[in-house]
C-alpha cells in the first residue's frame, strides 16, 4: 500500500500545479485596452444631439461594460476550473493518507 500512497501524493502534486496554472490564468486575465467614462455632461450632450458632443455617445460606455463584463466572465470560469481541481488535491492527499497508514 506505499506504492499507493506514493503515487496518489504524485497525482496530488501534479493536480495542484494544475491548479495553481488555472489561478495562474485567472489572475492574469488583462482587462479591456480602453473602458470609457463619461461624465453626466457628456451624456446629456450625446442624447441632445450638441456639437461637441463625444463619438459614439453613450454607446461607448455601454461597449466598454460589455468587454468588462466578458473578462469577468473568462476569469470566474477559471477559478471556477481551479477550485474543482484544488478539491480534487486535498481528495488525492486524504486517500494516500489513508493509504500510507496501512
Known amino acids: 500500500m506505499k506504492y499507493m500512497a506514493i503515487a496518489l501524493q504524485f497525482a496530488a502534486a501534479f493536480t495542484g500545479l494544475g491548479a495553481a496554472y488555472q489561478w ?3 489572475s492574469a486575465i488583462a482587462l479591456p485596452g480602453r473602458l470609457t467614462v463619461e461624465t453626466p455632461e457628456q451624456v446629456t450632450a450625446a442624447f441632445s ?3 461637441d458632443a ?3 455617445g453613450v454607446h461607448l460606455t455601454v461597449n466598454s461594460i460589455v468587454e468588462l463584463h466578458a473578462c469577468l466572465v473568462a476569469a470566474t470560469s477559471l477559478n471556477k476550473s481551479a477550485a474543482f481541481w484544488t478539491g480534487a488535491v486535498v ?3 486524504a486517500l494516500a493518507e489513508v493509504f500510507s497508514t496501512w
Do not use: F, H, Q
Open 24 to 26: 495562474y490564468k485567472a
Open 49 to 51: 444631439g450638441a456639437p
Open 54 to 56: 463625444p463619438p459614439g
Open 91 to 93: 481528495a488525492l492527499t
